[in-house]
């Protein structure tokens, strides 16, 4: 008898545990679900290109800056959209002129648009990852070189994916502080109607900011 008064009175406090604990999950997931957050970055881009898998190995260090909004569907899930200023490119590349070959530097400027399905981890959930694909908006075009213009020959927008992991450090009860690290591969060709192999751009990236 003794040992059954034991085991209820152990079963009753573990209930009490467990309600405690799904009340507080349930709280927290409230608290997040259906909310926003925005955020402002800046970073650091190492952009350049390949074809038929060989990838150009002279990068253009450039830079992203741009703003964001983050949509939690849940505690774990959000899907965040960006607005990028985003420079790409790559030096030492090829330019074929009807005047003159030569080796030049390929600065390419883009708004990028990524969609992301975000998923937070880790026991506070301030690790994430997220991946999705990314549109390119053509800004400007031009070489080093020569100075010039080459937006009429390349594509106006560009398609992708973009990955990353990222991880956040609290300020305050709204404020958070993010480093995170980036890469991003194209799908189309940069070149407009480029007959011979397709140049797709990669990128990657470290970036900083503020979430609020």
């Not at 405690?20 to 349930?26: E, F, G, K, P, S």
């Not at 402002?40 to 964001?68: E, K, P, W």
């Not at 009807?98 to 506070?124: C, K, M, Q, S």
């Not at 398609?159 to 993010?178: C, E, H, R, T, Y």
Request: hydrophobic fraction near 40%; aromatic fraction near 14%; include cysteine.
């Amino acid at each position: 008898m003794r040992d059954f008064k034991n085991f209820i009175t152990t079963m009753t406090k573990f209930c009490k545990v467990v309600l405690a604990l799904v009340c507080l999950y349930t709280t927290a997931s409230a608290q997040t679900k259906n909310t926003n957050e925005f955020g402002v970055q800046i970073g650091l881009n190492a952009a350049t290109v390949n074809a038929d898998g060989m990838t150009n190995s002279n990068y253009r260090v450039g830079f992203n800056a741009g703003v964001s909004i983050d949509h939690y569907f849940s505690e774990s899930w959000s899907l965040k959209a960006k607005l990028l200023y985003d420079q790409k490119g790559w030096d030492r590349g090829y330019l074929a002129t009807p005047e003159d070959t030569y080796y030049t530097n390929y600065r390419l400027n883009y708004l990028t648009i990524p969609v992301l399905a975000n998923w937070h981890f880790g026991r506070t959930k301030n690790w994430y990852l997220n991946f999705g694909p990314y549109t390119s908006i053509l800004l400007s075009a031009s070489e080093t070189e020569g100075g010039m213009d080459l937006k009429p020959f390349m594509s106006g927008a560009e398609f992708g994916l973009d990955l990353g992991i990222g991880v956040k450090i609290p300020a305050s009860d709204k404020l958070k502080f993010f480093i995170e690290l980036n890469g991003q591969g194209g799908i189309t060709d940069v070149f407009k109607d480029n007959t011979g192999s397709a140049i797709r751009s990669t990128v990657s990236s470290i970036n900083v900011g503020i979430n609020f």
